[in-house]
């Protein structure tokens, strides 16, 4: 229901041109299947499961292409059907520019699920909730308001009654981004349903949707359904201004608490979720279907026909912009995002991913700033009086500008939440975001490569340890042989001196004994011994041998 809820300001933030109403004019559109879907198996914050298919596999739609990962990652799955025709390094939508592993699938146009389209839980109120977290977590679903964390570890950080108010966050607040607008008004029972499986899980005191008050058909479609479906949840209209729908400055606007950049949001008993991710719940529970599509914004006046997409994932760009009519002539930026916060690209070949919300085709002069246009900063101090977060943009951007960095982190450089609002205010049209991801890219990559030095430092010094250890290890061996060996030699020499010593007793016993040895003649009778003699006699008057 609409509530009267207290709605607390934030500082600074901006009017632009929302322009969305050019893309809300249509239904959500389901988009066609192209020839060829390309899908990257890092969509997500944390680690990236192992690639569990191979080329030349036919594969169905939902079937897992990679298997879950440790710790903090998803599962990447099939968004259709098809055969697998390439596992390669390819172009993905980033602002690095970077490549990333993708699996590529050759359409067959069947979209059919096989076996991997799961059963239904439709009594989750009577599942037991670990059952219900294990099915939300193997289904691969991922915050889809632009971070992409995984959604699973976020319930998993809360435990049951830890959780005191729930947000749903319905602001989108970006200009020309209308996905979320669109999905409340088509899908707001499916948003209602996955709230209500959350509080099941979850069991907060409160669950507040925060939507911004330009999107009044998305606040009628969801009291509606809110009333149908008799959940415990206040609607809550809050004033269109952005950033209003970043996270932190959300939770200021709904509870009043100002948290720090540090600060995690379930340490403070609130948890926060997008529209779409919540609908992804009702989807994975009641549909047992995994997160493989979404609705993606294609607008601008780059485009012919602005409207709302559902896509599988994986859908090239260039296969939305033709179902959009295809480009005009003021097609000059490709932007993924808004254009506040989003980055540019320069292929249309990219494919969608799950955290991508927009497809913004637009002349250069739609668009907030550009490199081409900067002129000198005139410290006139706008780009405070915006900031959201009260950081000093204009020392910020000169520290940065002059790779000072250590100085820039001194200014908090990583509170800033790159909302964009400081470069939206700036006359001077400085690009004053892409210096802060510049410098935090530098800093960060200053650490990455301090971080490989002292790995490499400490597998020097154990290196070494390992070879003195070794090496005092073998000294003490060879010591404890030399001195065996030595104790041997003596235990030698010492048992032949007393062997020999020995043999000489026994010598000299066995004369001694020949010596004492009782004479035959001893005892005789006068007859014996006349005999003796007489033999005697004759013995020696016995003539001797002569030569």
């Avoid at 939770?251 to 609908?279: Q, W």
């Avoid at 097609?331 to 254009?339: D, K, M, V």
């Amino acid at each position: 229901m609409m509530t009267e809820h207290k709605i607390w300001p934030i500082k600074g933030g901006v009017h632009p041109d929302f322009n969305k109403d050019c893309s809300t004019q249509t239904p959500i559109t389901k988009a066609t299947l192209p020839d060829t879907i390309v899908i990257p198996v890092a969509q997500h914050i944390g680690e990236i499961g192992h690639i569990i298919v191979d080329v030349g596999q036919t594969i169905h739609k939902g079937q897992p292409l990679t298997d879950l990962p440790e710790g903090l990652g998803v599962i990447t799955h099939a968004s259709t059907s098809g055969t697998i025709i390439a596992i390669e390094e390819r172009d993905v939508p980033h602002s690095s520019g970077l490549q990333a592993t993708c699996v590529v699938i050759d359409v067959d146009g069947k979209d059919d699920w096989g076996e991997f389209k799961r059963d239904p839980i439709l009594d989750y109120d009577q599942t037991d909730t670990m059952h219900l977290c294990g099915r939300i977590r193997r289904s691969g679903l991922v915050g889809m308001g632009g971070a992409a964390f995984p959604f699973a570890a976020k319930l998993a950080a809360t435990r049951e009654g830890a959780v005191k108010t729930l947000i749903i966050n319905g602001v989108e607040c970006e200009p020309y981004i209308s996905c979320d607008d669109m999905l409340m008004r088509t899908y707001a029972d499916e948003i209602i349903q996955g709230i209500k499986i959350l509080l099941y899980i979850l069991k907060p005191e409160e669950c507040l949707i925060g939507i911004e008050d330009n999107k009044p058909l998305a606040i009628e479609a969801l009291q509606k359904a809110q009333q149908d479906l008799d959940v415990a949840v206040d609607i809550v209209s809050i004033p269109t201004i952005y950033p209003s729908g970043d996270e932190k400055q959300l939770i200021r606007i709904l509870t009043g608490k100002k948290l720090k950049k540090t600060d995690l949001t379930f340490d403070h008993g609130i948890l926060m979720h997008n529209v779409a991710t919540v609908r992804s719940v009702f989807r994975a529970v009641i549909h047992g279907e995994p997160l493989i599509s979404r609705i993606v914004t294609v607008t601008g006046r780059g485009i012919s026909k602005p409207q709302n997409f559902e896509a599988p994932i994986g859908t090239p760009i260039e296969h939305l912009v033709k179902l959009a009519g295809g480009y005009t002539d003021q097609a000059e930026r490709l932007l993924i995002g808004g254009p506040m916060m989003g980055f540019p690209v320069k292929s249309d070949a990219l494919p969608i991913i799950k955290a991508m919300n927009c497809i913004l085709v637009a002349p250069t002069q739609d668009l907030p700033y550009s490199m081409d246009m900067a002129m000198p900063c005139i410290r006139c101090g706008q780009c405070a009086d915006a900031c959201p977060v009260d950081l000093l943009p204009q020392q910020l951007y000169w520290h940065a500008k002059a790779r000072e960095f250590d100085k820039t982190e001194t200014y908090q450089l990583f509170d800033c939440i790159e909302c964009g609002c400081c470069a939206y205010v700036c006359p001077s049209d400085i690009p004053l975001v892409a210096h802060y991801r510049f410098a935090k890219s530098e800093i960060r990559n200053e650490r990455d490569k301090q971080k490989k030095i002292d790995l490499a430092r400490e597998r020097f010094d154990f290196h070494e340890f390992r070879k003195e250890r070794d090496k005092r290890e073998r000294d003490e061996k060879r010591a404890k042989h030399k001195a065996a060996l030595q104790k041997k030699k003596a235990s030698g020499s010492n048992d032949k001196q007393a062997a020999i010593k020995a043999a000489m007793e026994r010598a000299k016993a066995k004369k001694t004994q020949q010596t004492n040895a009782p004479k035959n003649t001893d005892n005789l009778t006068p007859a014996q011994q006349k005999q003796i003699d007489e033999a005697e006699q004759r013995r020696q008057q016995k003539p001797r041998d002569t030569e």
